[in-house]
């Protein structure tokens, strides 16, 4: 894990979830499905990324016009995007 202070607004890139035009959120269904240590993980990598960017391109990098990945590995040697 990479430190950081958790201070309010001292996020590098802050982080925001793909919504379609309908009002749905992918990521957010996915995530509802994965178990709680899994979530958990993605969580703290998302949150090293906000506050710790750049961190290297092990841990996120950019997709497309204002859009950052952030990498997780998660139990069972399964990794996320």
Do not use: C
């Amino acid at each position: 894990m990479v430190p950081y202070p958790l201070t309010p607004g001292l996020k590098r890139l802050p982080a925001r979830f793909y919504r379609s035009d309908s009002g749905r959120e992918p990521v957010q269904r996915v995530a509802e499905g994965l178990e709680r240590e899994d979530r958990k993980a993605i969580g703290e990598d998302i949150k090293d990324v906000e506050f710790s960017w750049p961190i290297g391109n092990a841990a996120g990098s950019l997709a497309g016009r204002e859009l950052w990945e952030a990498r997780s590995s998660l139990a069972h040697g399964r990794n996320v995007i």
